[in-house]
């Protein structure tokens, strides 16, 4: 099976780039799976009913998240109605939603596992006990298992791909916004990057409006970040997965300017 993660997509820019590419990719690659991070989709922080709906329309099969599923306050009943939203499974047991799901696309079964890292982040359950606790129930329906953890620090999204090494099929970082050039397949067959990268604003501090940032970082007030305007590019990967073991035989970055797709 051949299944696309696209890194954190930013904003109404970012959902408009996906909808106008996201159909000749899917065409052109033969993509059978599509996994996105949504936790920005809306105004760049936070996601809701609508703008997740919007990407499922667009052929988005699953929706991960991070440390700004919350923001939103509407997410929270979708949250625990859709079962192809993914909030981070290491957050205590009365938050609302999922951390996982079983997905089935053309006769197959994908699992997909959404986790937070701890380190500069939310203090939260253990993401390598609850990730593996996950793997092991999924395990008893197919192989194929993709984990998206979002995280900040390198160490502990290298780590956990270690620690999930031959258990899982890929494990793709999120939230740090810019694509990593580590993309590999580790000896076990678990694909593996650091960070996929986002969909958003080239021009931009992680995708928000550069003037703001800066003038963030130098006065230590929160002026109200905007998302930044400009050429949109697509980060992502491509992962090829052999459907029986469900390790991962390809991993591919994809890096492109939307006026060049
Ligand atoms: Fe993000
Ligand atoms: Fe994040």
Known sequence: MRILFIGDIIGRVGRRAIGNFLPKIIDKEQIGFVIANGENLAGGIGITPDTAKELFKMGVDVITTGNHVWKKKEIIPYLKEEERILRPIN??????????????????????????????????????????DAVEEIKRSTSIIIVDFH????????????????????LIGTHTHVQTN????????????????????????????????IKRFLSQMPYKFEV????????????DVE?????????????VKTSQI
């Open 91 to 132: 957050y205590p047991e009365l938050a609302p939603g999922r951390g996982f799901g079983i997905y089935n696309k053309e006769d197959k079964k994908v699992g997909v596992i959404n986790a937070e890292g701890r380190i500069f982040m939310n203090s939260l359950d253990c993401p390598f006990r609850t990730t593996l």
């Open 151 to 170: 995280a900040e620090a390198t160490s502990e999204k290298e780590a956990l791909g270690w620690f999930l090494d031959g258990k899982i099929s890929a």
């Open 182 to 213: 580590d993309d590999r397949i580790l000896p076990g067959g678990t694909g593996y990057i650091t960070d996929a990268g986002m969909t958003g604003p080239v021009d931009s501090v992680i995708g928000i409006n550069k003037d703001i940032a």
């Open 228 to 239: 930044a305007k400009g050429e949109v590019e697509l980060n992502g990967v491509i992962i």
């Open 243 to 255: 459907d029986i073991s469900g390790k991962c035989i390809n991993i591919s970055k994809i890096k």
